[in-house]
Structures are given as C-alpha cells and as structure tokens.
C-alpha cells in the first residue's frame, strides 16, 4: 500500500477522535454556579484529543525519539484529570488558580523587559503581547489579584496525584519510562543519541548518534489507547455510565480494512 494510502487514513482517525469529543461535551450539562468544572474538564479532554490527533497525523513522530514526547504529555493529562475528578469543584479552582498565576508572574516579566527595551520596534511588539495577555488574565480574574504559585498547582507532585487517584501503575509504567526521553536523561539518550565506539582502544568513550528509526504504529496505537483510558475515566466518573471508548479498537479495525491483513499500515 502506497504512502498516499496512509495519509488518507490518518483524516479518518481524526473525524472518530473529534466525533467522539464533541459527543462526550454535549452530554456534560455544566453546573453555571461552578462553571469551573465544566471548563477544566472539557479542556482538558480536548488537549488529549488534541495530542493524540497532532502525533496520529505525523508518522515522522511514531519513533522512540519523539513518541514518548506526546505520550508523556498524554499521561500528564490522564493523572491530572484523574485527580481533578477526585473532587471536581476544588481542584479545578486550583489548577485555574495556578494557571492564571503562572500567566501573572510572566506579564510581569515582560513588563520588566519594557522597561529596559532600547529597541523600539521590539518594544512595540512586546507592548501588545502584554496588552493581549493582561486582558486574557483580567476576563477571568484581576491580574492585580491573582495569587501567583510557583510549586505544584495541585500542591503535590505527580506520583501522589497518580496514587491518591489510584493510577500509581500508569504512572510507574508510562509516565516514568517516557519522563526519560522528555527530560533527555542518560537512559534515554545513551540508548538513542549514542553508540559504542566499535574500537578496542576506545571501548570506554561512545559516539554522538542519530539512528534513522522508520516509524512504528505501534506508537499510534499507544496513543489512542492513552485517549481511550482518559474517555473512558470521564464516561465512568462525570457521565456516570459505563465506558464506552475503543478508538484503539477502531483504529486496528480501520487499518485491516485499508491495508489488509497487515496488522499495522506500511512504514
């Protein structure tokens, strides 16, 4: 199966991703005396989707060196949904209130770089971005007012979220394993930025390496698997009914049908 065949099946996979956002949102009546929770839910839902639809659409991705960069946001996503949803009201104020501090304490730096920007095209520009942000901030909440936080938002680290929302084996078998190549760590990048030398003399020193590494679908697979569970967690703890996402099923499905008996589409 040609190249060409593949990408018209990558627009198919996301119509099903979208689809099924958008009928997990208009099942979710908004409580208006808490709209917060609405609205971190359902944005966070979207920012899985979305990572799930940018790393599904570029096959260039679907490598160990720079899959498990949209896996380990994808994860992220998952843990920080799972805690939010162990008490909606209060931790999504918290992840607001974190959110808009951060934004807070960045105009204020740029405000500080206004005062000793000597260039003035520069300094124009930097104008309306502080302009644009400063109003971003005060539609939600006046700047003037915001606490800013510079520790965790939800006041724990990653690992506690994971298991006070009893996910602690998604955290030690996904998060983990794929913080190594975020953070570029010696277990990640000895095993895809390096290689023995291949001289006995020199047996100690590795070289600097990029392997070509043709993509695997596996890592498409993963990804949907990872926006299957977060569906699923909403279906079971804001819908309140049993989980019904199988993008991945689908997915496998869709690519029997389009390339055969092939159990992934060609490299």
């Known amino acids: 199966m040609s190249n060409q065949a593949l990408f018209d099946f990558i627009p198919s996979v996301e119509g099903r991703i979208r689809h099924e956002l958008r009928s997990r949102c208009e099942t979710f009546t908004p409580d208006f005396k808490n709209p ?4 971190v839910i359902t944005a966070l839902l979207a920012r899985q989707a979305t990572l799930a639809i940018d790393h599904i659409s570029s096959p260039i991705t679907w490598t160990a060196h720079s899959a498990p960069l949209f896996l380990r ?3 992220d996503v998952h843990i920080s949904l799972a805690w939010i949803l162990l008490n909606p009201e209060t931790h999504a104020q918290l992840y607001i209130e974190y959110g808009l501090g951060q934004a807070t304490l960045e105009l204020e730096r740029r405000k500080k770089q206004l005062e000793v920007e000597e260039d003035d095209e ?5 104008e309306q971005v502080v302009q644009t942000l400063e109003k971003w901030i005060d539609a939600q909440k006046w700047h003037f007012l915001v606490t800013v936080d510079v520790g965790a938002w939800s006041g724990k680290n990653t690992r506690q979220m994971a298991d006070e929302a009893k996910i602690l084996d998604f955290y030690n078998y996904v998060y983990t394993p794929f913080s190594s190549c975020v953070h570029s ?3 990640h990048v000895a095993r895809c ?5 291949g001289s006995p003399f020199t047996m100690l020193l590795r070289k600097p390496n990029i392997p070509v590494l043709q993509p695997d679908a596996k890592y498409m697979t993963l990804a949907a698997k990872y926006l299957d569970k977060t569906f699923n967690l909403f279906d079971e703890k804001v819908l309140n009914r049993e989980p019904v996402s199988e993008i991945q099923v689908w997915i496998r499905g869709e690519i029997k049908r389009c390339f ?3 159990s992934e ?3």
Do not use: H, I, Y
């Open 260 to 262: 055969g008996d092939k």
């Open 122 to 126: 520069l300094r124009e520009n930097q």
């Open 193 to 197: 930025n390096s290689e023995p030398s």
């Open 185 to 187: 760590t010696w277990f």
């Open 265 to 267: 589409p060609p490299q």
């Open 73 to 75: 946001a994808m994860a």
């Open 36 to 39: 917060e929770v609405f609205c």
